[in-house]
């Protein structure tokens, strides 16, 4: 049990702590935790979407056949007259037809068609201009194939904000036809708005009814939520979804009661809503590879390649999906996901009840939790020990999370308990950092108090040649003469290591009592400038980064452990790669360094480098004649670094461009030997885990070949760099090595498969115009034909390059033993058909 004093500031700590958090509890950074946290219940969630809805997507391909965005609106009356045809039960069409469709003859037309009623033309030629007329008039058409539909809604888009005064004038009315009229508030309230953009009115009048298509979009620029109903002045009108989901079930506006701020009945459906009679929407996952909604183009459907049958009793949605048409929304399943498909997650959301609550009572439960972990922070905490403290709140914490996510899960029910958590969080991390400092601000006292024995220790470390802890034990005595001479030689030491930054810092702080001490200016300067010249991981553009100028221009060659850097060869993700040689016996070496210490947070540090050596050593039994040798690995100037086996060839990247690709049999001559060097590695239990034409070394002239940075792209699994990237090559990386999963042996045969079909064509078999594009690809589509891209390669090369992309692992080559036999015969059989079982 601690004294009184100590407890009473532990306790006003922790008061304060509650209020601050309190009064911050609705800024945008707690509220922004609140949504990432909904967005993973939502995900863990698992329900089933409606099976009725459909959607019809104006994607690339569609604009590539049909012509350039955008369409003349015949186009759209042609589908609406399948779609009709075919008795869809409703279709919901998201493209904003605000502005009449003018041809650019149109207006000659309309002239010569005031003429021809003047009697200005011949009949015949009035005739002509009349059919002209009908020919180019799209709006027309479409109108009337609405008008023939009598089940097509469309969209309009309100501006929100609070009005400023009256409107300009009424809204026409086809318009106010669909204003719902059975409102009652009982304090609720429905989000404004000021303008409204409609469409035009001869295909307004037409369609069988209009809903707004406005999103609401939360602090973090996410959608999650559904604004049912709008308000315009004193008129309400509902949201497309809920129009669309009154029309499936045969209702009309009539049809529609509203309570703001509660609820949204349709017919026998009872949606609950937030204060702002907002929904909050189930957006369902994808399963299987399969998107949650099935999805066709919209060129498909026109040509009639999908039959329009498939549409019958169906809520069809017709809107882009291609990329540059329209705006993507952020979702919390899915950072780009078009308007049209956000539309589809609201529809089934209401037809299927299937929507998050947040009860009326949530609110006391939320600011229940946050009292109970205010009182524990204030009451209880400051009591415990430190180890019953860490798991007090660690039990308090799981049972927040818990239940936020199992009443997501379970229930549909939403309480924001992160204000809660994260109060806990920093009210025990702040707590306990205020215990360690005053525990800290004791040592350092009786520190001071005992000089000798700091510069004792200092001295016994740097014996030791831990510099970096004699430094710091040094600095904690009282300057004299005496600890001058020992900080001397400490700077001395700092630079016979090349650690001339630190040697810096040394000579500084001895300048600071006396700048005379024996020869220190010039040392100072000399340090000075050799931490700014001298870099070992690239140059900086002051100096050549593989030599060291030594005073009277005498010239120094950097080492790296026991290696001499000769010069630089190339730079890679992390670091640069030297030649070196081993002074002992001679040998010539490759030495690539990985600058750990400024790739990866100090909290990571620690145990990147334990893996890195772990997986050096790994690596380093490999013995193949396809595997580049490892040497040596080791820790210097802040620089990890191995030392390998020195090739004269050169990675296989310029033989992937399209004008410079090998000869084929040398090519899967090529990868067969990195099969079978993968093989051999597999059965040792090492995953590459990056294989790539980068990484695959050629000399043509002895035709050798090695396969390097084996454990390298592992060093870093699970752990990020400062920029956000994982390291790897997504454009390789197997299926479910871009999904986390853990990966075996028959993830490298993946990437082997996209390096052979790049040798072979010259492109990636994934390409993308975005890393989710790309990602999404290599898990879901399949490769185009090799041979389309290039007719030479022979068949049993394409069957081995089409099993080593199968998504499935279990159907993929499970060895490269198995691979490499494929491609020899596949060499062997001179272009015929090869036996691969897929």
């Known amino acids: 049990m601690r004294n009184a004093g100590f407890w009473k500031t532990d306790w006003f700590l922790g008061l304060v702590l509650t209020l601050v958090l309190l009064l911050a509890g609705n800024g945008d950074l707690l509220q922004s935790l609140e949504r990432k946290a909904y967005d993973m219940g939502v995900t863990a969630s698992s329900r089933h979407p409606s099976d009725r809805v459909a959607v019809i997507a104006i994607d690339d391909q569609s604009i590539a056949n049909i012509g350039r965005w955008p369409w003349p609106r015949d186009v759209h009356g042609k589908i609406t007259d399948l779609l009709a045809g075919a008795k869809a039960k409703v279709i919901g069409n998201t493209v904003f037809f605000s502005e009449p469709q003018i041809d650019p003859g149109y207006a000659y037309i309309s002239k010569l068609l005031e003429m021809s009623r003047h009697g200005g033309l011949s009949q015949e030629a009035a005739g002509l201009v009349e059919e002209a007329e009908v020919a180019l008039n799209t709006d027309r058409k479409l109108a009337e194939s609405y008008g023939a539909a009598h089940n097509v809604l469309l969209p309009m888009l ?216 205010a009182l524990y922070l204030m009451l209880l905490l400051p009591r415990l020990s430190a180890g019953v403290a860490a798991l007090a709140t660690a039990v308090l914490l799981a049972v927040l999370v818990g239940a936020h996510f199992g009443l997501m899960v379970g229930a549909g029910l939403w309480l924001q308990l992160m204000g809660a958590a994260v109060l806990l969080l920093v009210g025990h991390l702040l707590l306990t950092t205020k215990r360690f400092l005053v525990t800290e601000r004791g040592k350092q006292k009786s520190d001071l108090e005992s000089a000798e024995s700091n510069r004792m220790l200092g001295l016994a470390f740097q014996g030791q040649g831990q510099l970096d802890m004699a430094f710091d034990k040094l600095r904690k005595c009282p300057l004299d003469d005496q600890l001058m001479e020992n900080l001397y030689n400490l700077a001395l030491d700092f630079e016979r290591k090349r650690q001339f930054n630190k040697a810096e810092a040394v000579f500084r702080y001895m300048a600071d009592y006396n700048p005379k001490f024996r020869d220190l200016e010039q040392r100072l300067s000399r340090a000075k400038a050799m931490s700014e010249t001298v870099m070992l991981g690239g140059s900086n553009g002051r100096g050549n980064a593989s030599t060291l100028i030594l005073e009277g221009g005498q010239v120094e060659k950097p080492m790296l452990g026991r290696y001499q850097v000769e010069k630089e060869l190339g730079k890679g993700a992390m670091g640069v790669v030297y030649q070196g040689r081993d002074p002992k016996i001679n040998r010539v070496v490759a030495i690539k360094t990985m600058a750990l210490s400024q790739e990866f947070e100090p909290d990571e540090l620690a145990d990147v480098k334990e893996r890195f050596f772990r997986e050096a050593e790994t690596a380093g039994r490999l013995n193949h004649p396809n595997i580049v040798t490892m040497y040596d690995a080791g820790e210097e100037h802040d620089l990890a670094y191995i030392a390998m086996e020195f090739l004269k060839g050169k990675d296989l990247v310029p033989y992937t461009k399209p004008d410079h690709l090998l000869p084929l049999p040398q090519a899967v001559s090529i990868v067969a030997r990195v099969a079978e060097a993968l093989d051999y590695a597999h059965k040792n239990h090492v995953v590459h885990r990056d294989i790539k034409p980068a990484n695959v070394m050629y000399e043509p002239e002895s035709d050798q070949v090695k396969v390097t940075d084996f454990g390298i792209a592992r060093i870093t699994d699970s752990s990020r760099t400062k920029t956000g990237m994982v390291l790897g090559t997504p454009s390789y990386m197997s299926p479910e090595q871009l999904a986390g999963k853990k990966i075996d042996g028959r993830s490298d045969l993946f990437s082997l498969g996209v390096t052979l079909y790049q040798l072979c064509s010259g492109k990636l078999p994934f390409q993308g115009d975005s890393m989710a594009q790309l990602m999404f690809k290599i898990a879901n589509e399949a490769q185009p034909d090799v041979r389309e891209v290039n007719p030479e390669v022979p068949v049993g090369v394409a069957e081995v390059i089409n099993k080593a992309l199968v998504k499935d692992a279990d159907q993929r080559y499970q060895t490269g033993a198995e691979m490499a036999h494929d491609l020899r015969a596949a060499l062997r059989a001179g272009g015929g058909d090869v036996d691969v079982t897929l």
């Open 158 to 373: 309100f501006q929100l904000g609070d009005p400023r005064g009256r409107p300009d004038q009424p809204l026409p009315e086809f318009a106010t036809r669909n204003q719902l009229t059975r409102v009652a508030s009982r304090g609720g309230f429905a989000l404004p708005t000021a303008a409204v953009q409609l469409p035009v009115a001869g295909i307004g009048e037409k369609a069988a009814a209009i809903g707004h298509l406005n999103a609401n979009v939360d602090v973090d620029g996410g959608i999650r939520s559904e604004p049912l109903v709008l308000g315009y002045y004193d008129q309400f009108y509902p949201s497309l979804s809920l129009m669309l989901a009154a029309r499936s079930l045969n209702l009309t506006p009539a049809d529609i009661q509203v309570v703001l701020g509660e609820s949204v009945q349709l017919g026998k459906l009872r949606i609950p809503t937030d204060p702002a009679t907002q929904m909050l929407t189930f957006f369902y996952k994808d399963g299987e590879g399969k998107p949650a909604f099935p999805v066709d183009s919209f060129y498909d459907v026109l040509s009639g390649k999908i039959p329009a049958s498939k549409y019958q009793d169906k809520i069809v949605l017709i809107g882009a999906t291609a990329a540059g048409v329209g705006t993507s929304q952020v979702t919390p399943v899915s950072p780009a996901m078009p308007p049209v498909l956000t539309l589809a997650h609201s529809v089934s959301s209401i037809l299927q009840e299937h929507f998050f609550i947040a009860p009326a009572w949530g609110f006391w439960a939320e600011k229940g939790g946050f009292l109970l972990v």
